[in-house]
């Protein structure tokens, strides 16, 4: 029995130790690193250092030579509320209605309105559209002058007045109450009210001195410039917990601008202050590198500025402009609508507008393509500017039931023996297919991959696309699809590769790469330059200078006259193009109308295309695209101040 109990004793320490070399164990050894680490962070500050994000600028070198950001960081303010600290609700709620949402509420409402009466014009308008010259112009005259006296008579003033006062008192009825129900919440530590809230609104807050409302600051991406650029410049937002650039040149260069994060790393006493100690660690951030845009802030201005007039004057849906250097492939100006403010990126209920259209959209580009067409005859020596050829206004092609016909065969039927300048003063598609089969399909499928479409032009952009041109990379090309791709149908282009295109031909013959950032500058001063890139040779630059002549003689004779210059040679082509029907075969009543052209024709210092999408009270590209890409070589050539050329 004594045994027993000694043994039994013996049993239980045995057991205790081995317990305690198992625990041992599993501490020191097992679960090293979990403790090491439970006591690094009692025992260590570890913060990370974050960069500040790399500025974007444009610039005006041709004015005061000054850079100005378009993508910058600012401290803004988050305005939020203490509820159980907020004495009355509905005082307050009512204050924070004054200094946030009224003078929004206001102009929203007179939006509004505008919008209405911009309809209500269009839809009258619309009626018109069978009718042509003096008698349309007579129509719309009438249309307007009872405009003009509806909104001058002194009824509809004080009926408006009353109709804006009710719109206003209901919305501002709206947010005070979502306020109040915010401020109500007694048990609630933290309610948010404004964010990103600027310097001069935060005073006005402060100023009231309300218990229960305050405020942190917060470093957030800003857009001074606000629309102007938004597709070019993307935004920075949101990728779960991480910001990120989307879009644009945010997307593109996100590592580049983003810099690196740094840490800092230190021990802390028995009181938990820092310390002072050999193995503190520090790593500065790396802030992010500045981009210098190519784009001309004047330029870019007044480009998004006509272009917008032009969308709302026709009725259009939406437009691009881009304008570029042909001897560089800089771009000056690219600007599309509808656009977004960046700044606001999340109130945008469709991420399609974020898309850039210049480079994400491609379309039949219709007759501007015919431009291509005659580029790549030249070139093989097989036509010349006066080669002719009859004009019967149809043309039937092998394979195909039906005769292919130029656009206006139902008001002039043919031609008769033309040459090929008229073909493009006319924009005769018989022409244009007349062309492409003197050179062959196959030659004439070479030349159009040789000036980029059908693949990205490489444009420091995110989302850019490459257009399709299948119907002419088969190997046994069929005869109608080479027949319409002479005249821009059954092929899809981008702007971009469009006026990077023509911008071949102004400039000699040979392909740019274009490009929209000058400089890369980074932390340590080092600055990456952007070189001009010649991609190849296209065409000869005989070929190059006979189309330039042929393209100056469509604005001079042909459909593009108002495309022109009082004082210079201007080289361009028209293009209106049926856009194809999305729910059956065959194309809709819809059209997009561009104008590409350059200038001045015998030392072109721009290349620009225009692009109105489905304007409404317009047939063809002559009256839409044109006139606006006059206004704005207009102002280029002012800009620049180059002398005229003739009287």
Not at 193 to 216: C, Q, R, S, Y
Not at 397 to 407: A, Q, R, T, V, Y
């Amino acid at each position: 029995m004594k045994n027993n109990r000694i043994n039994l004793v013996i049993a239980i320490i045995f057991l205790l130790g081995a317990l305690i070399l198992y625990r041992l164990y599993d501490l020191q050894i097992k679960k090293y690193d979990l403790y090491v680490a439970l006591a690094s962070s009692q025992h260590v500050a570890y913060n990370k250092l974050q960069p500040k994000r790399g500025r974007i600028f444009i610039q005006d070198s041709y004015g005061e030579g000054k850079l100005y950001p378009i993508a910058t960081n600012k401290d803004f303010a988050l305005v939020y509320a203490v509820p159980r600290d907020i004495q009355n609700p509905i005082e307050v709620a009512k204050k924070l209605y004054e200094i946030f949402n009224k003078e929004e509420v206001e102009k929203e409402v007179d939006e509004l309105f505008v919008q209405e009466d911009r309809n209500t014009m269009n839809k009258k308008i619309e009626i018109l559209k069978d009718l042509n010259g003096k008698e349309r112009e007579e129509k719309e005259k009438e249309i307007l002058a009872d405009y003009n006296r509806m909104i001058n008579d002194e009824e509809f003033k004080e009926f408006r007045k009353i109709k804006r006062e009710a719109e206003i008192n209901l919305r501002k009825e709206k947010i005070i109450n979502e306020y109040i129900k915010k401020l109500s919440k007694r048990n609630d530590p933290y309610e948010p009210i404004a964010k990103k809230v600027d310097k001069e609104t935060l005073n006005k807050v402060i100023n009231l001195n309300i218990p229960g409302i305050k405020f942190m600051t917060e470093t957030y991406r800003f857009y001074p410039e606000r629309n102007i650029g938004a597709h070019i410049i993307g935004f920075v937002g949101y990728d779960g917990n991480k910001k990120r650039g989307f879009y644009g040149l945010e997307g593109f260069f996100d590592e580049e601008l983003r810099g690196k994060i740094g840490i800092i790393k230190a021990e802390r006493d028995a009181n938990r202050y820092l310390t002072i100690v050999s193995d503190r660690e520090f790593q500065k951030a790396i802030d992010g590198s500045d981009l210098i845009l190519t784009i001309e802030r004047p330029i870019q201005f007044e480009a998004c500025r006509k272009l917008e007039e032009a969308i709302i004057k026709h009725g259009a849906e939406g437009g691009t402009v881009i304008i570029m250097d042909p001897n560089t492939g800089a771009i000056l100006a690219m600007c599309s609508w509808p656009d977004y403010d960046p700044n606001n990126y999340s109130e945008e209920e469709d991420s399609a507008i974020f898309n850039n259209p210049a480079i994400f959209y491609p379309y039949e580009p219709g007759s501007v393509f015919k431009t291509i067409t005659m580029a790549a005859a030249l070139d093989a020596g097989v036509i010349g500017p006066n080669s002719t050829y009859e004009d019967k206004g149809y043309v039937n092609i092998e394979g195909w039931p039906k005769p292919i016909k130029n656009s206006d065969f139902e008001t002039h039927g043919g031609w008769g023996v033309v040459d090929m300048n008229a073909v493009l003063e006319k924009s005769l598609n018989t022409g244009s297919i007349y062309a492409m089969n003197k050179v062959g399909a196959n030659v004439f499928a070479d030349y159009v991959k040789k000036f980029g479409f059908g693949e990205k032009t490489g444009i420091e952009l995110e989302t850019e696309a490459a257009g399709n041109i299948y119907n002419l990379l088969r190997k046994k090309i069929r005869p109608i699809d080479a027949a319409v791709a002479s005249f821009g149908q059954g092929i899809t282009v981008t702007p971009l590769q469009l006026v990077t295109a023509y911008a071949a031909i102004a400039n000699g013959g040979i392909l740019m790469k274009p490009y929209l950032v000058k400089e890369i500058i980074h932390t340590d001063g080092k600055k990456d330059i952007t070189t001009p890139k010649q991609i190849r040779r296209v065409i000869s630059e005989k070929a190059a200078l006979m189309l330039a002549g042929m393209l100056t003689n469509v604005i001079e004779k042909g459909h593009g006259k108002r495309a022109g210059v009082e004082g210079y040679y201007i080289a361009g082509k028209t293009g209106t193009a049926q856009v194809p029907d999305k729910n059956k075969r065959g194309y809709s009543d819809k059209t997009i109308h561009t104008f590409v052209g350059f200038g001045p024709t015998d030392d072109p210092r721009f290349v620009m295309l225009v692009k109105l999408d489905d304007p409404k009270d317009v047939r063809f590209s002559a009256s839409s695209a044109a006139p606006l890409f006059g206004e704005l070589a207009k102002f280029l050539l002012t800009y620049w101040q180059i002398p005229k050329e003739r009287d």
